[in-house]
């Protein structure tokens, strides 16, 4: 084990919309995920919309085994405002990506869900992937993870679906993720 890193264990899902009571009113936070082309590197900032206070953090990422994407290491710094601004060039940076000119900023809207004692994380992806809306539930262990059953508001499942990491949908539109869908139902 590598103490650099901390561990988690994860399962993320596809959901049709946020489920009740929450609505796109709620109470959530602002996150803007830059990834840094050719890195396993983001810069994540998040916003507290009714502070308005905003938390800067360059974090590493990346599955412990390329074939399992349930567990990761993560290994993340806080930065101030200072520090921030030393990184702010990899923020909505162009990247070059099949004869397209597209920014390496995902945006999303993340809300906070109670289920069977778990908090599931649902992120509501905004302009050109609204309508993706994807939940994650963390795990203190394997038995956890493997026990959980899917919640009543998944439609899929997609952990060990490449296709859904952040870093991956750089580009990406709400349109290639249903036919992403569509091909995986098959």
């Not at 702010?88 to 993340?110: L, P």
Request: net charge negative; charged share 30%.
């Amino acid at each position: 084990m590598n103490e650099h890193y901390q561990i988690e264990m994860r399962r993320v899902f596809l959901v049709a919309d946020l489920p009740a009571p929450l609505t796109r009113a709620s109470r959530h936070l602002q996150i803007f995920d830059n990834y840094i082309e050719n890195t396993r590197l983001r810069l994540r900032s998040i916003r507290v919309p009714e502070t308005k206070i905003w938390t800067w953090i360059l974090e590493q990422r990346f599955p412990r085994n390329a074939e399992d994407l349930t567990v990761w290491n993560v290994a993340q710094i806080h930065l101030n405002e200072a520090e921030h601004a030393a990184f702010e060039i990899f923020e909505g940076r162009e990247v070059r990506k099949n004869e397209r000119v597209e920014t390496n900023e995902i945006r999303k809207n993340r809300y906070f869900y109670d289920f069977n004692d778990k908090k599931i994380e649902i992120d509501v992806f905004l302009g050109a992937l609204w309508g993706l809306n994807l939940a994650k539930i963390c795990f203190a262990d394997a038995e956890e993870l493997r026990r959980f059953e899917l919640p009543p508001t998944a439609m899929a499942e997609v952990t060990g679906n490449e296709f859904f990491l952040g870093a991956n949908l750089i580009g990406k539109t709400f349109a290639d993720v249903q036919k992403k869908f569509a091909a995986t139902e098959k």
